[in-house]
């Protein structure tokens, strides 16, 4: 039986998941997709890579631990496994592909998001693909999403993430990690070693108890969080792939992140 079929009466979160939401900072619904959704979605993004990176020459630019390219043509930001012809990610993209676009809207993500967020009608803030391909996903850094928001969202503070994976995730392949009840100290310390992008990204040397607990499950399921949680990934060191939509919303009448994007066309070295 398909997910489909099988939702609950209501698909606001619970009681209990208020409670993991306040407590721990996350929320988990496995199985929240079917396979065949699942597939479905893989192709659609999938599709969307390959007409992106296609015969693709850009200036990359390295800030923090990441190398991005702007693509200006699309209003897209390629994230690229240092100076590989790897894609390690793209954000947004909703607006270029219909069927992407149209998943953000399934009630399975906006019930919950509600809840989340604090707004009846949520819409999507900002979109990202991540890829951990096998034996060349790398690692994403310890950090909390609020800082790297500020400057792009109108409250930050609103803005909570449902991310979806899109293939079983373990150690092995580089699954998310999270830091239980993170959310409840605020912004951390981010890095002074590094360029501006870098501060985004936390300190290590501030929190050395610090221990992330990894979230396994499988494709299909939903983690959902805010912008407060501590949260890292390490490199895929399988043979499987990690792949994992992400899909930010906001309140109603928030501007999309793809504005921001727009505007660094005449700066991308402030990325």
Known sequence: MSSEHARPASLRLSDDERRQRDELGFVVREAAFSRDEIARMTEAC?????????????????VGSYVFDLDPAHDVMIKWEGESDVVHGIE????????????????????PMKDFVGDESPTLFTEKLN????H?????????D?????????????????MLLLDDASVANGCLHVVPGS??????????????FAKNEIDPGAYPGVA???????????????PYLVHQSAPNRSEKE????????????????VDGVRRMRRRPERV
Do not use: C
């Open 131 to 134: 890829l951990k391909r096998p």
């Open 136 to 144: 060349h996903g790398g690692a994403n850094p310890l950090h909390q």
């Open 242 to 257: 990690r792949r994992a939509l992400l899909y930010s919303y906001q309140p109603a009448g928030h501007p999309h992140m």
């Open 46 to 62: 999938e599709e969307l890579v390959a007409d992106l990176v296609h015969d693709r020459r850009a200036r990359r630019f390295a």
């Open 212 to 226: 992330p607990e990894p979230v396994e499950v499988a494709a299909g399921s939903i983690v959902m969080f805010g």
């Open 146 to 162: 609020f800082p790297y928001w500020t400057d792009s969202a109108r409250d930050a503070m609103r803005v909570a993430t449902a």
């Open 92 to 111: 947004p993209f909703a607006h270029l592909s219909e069927p992407l676009e149209r998943w953000a809207y399934d009630p399975r993500f906006i019930e």
């Open 183 to 196: 959310h409840r100290s605020g912004v951390w310390k981010g890095r002074s070693d590094g360029d501006a």
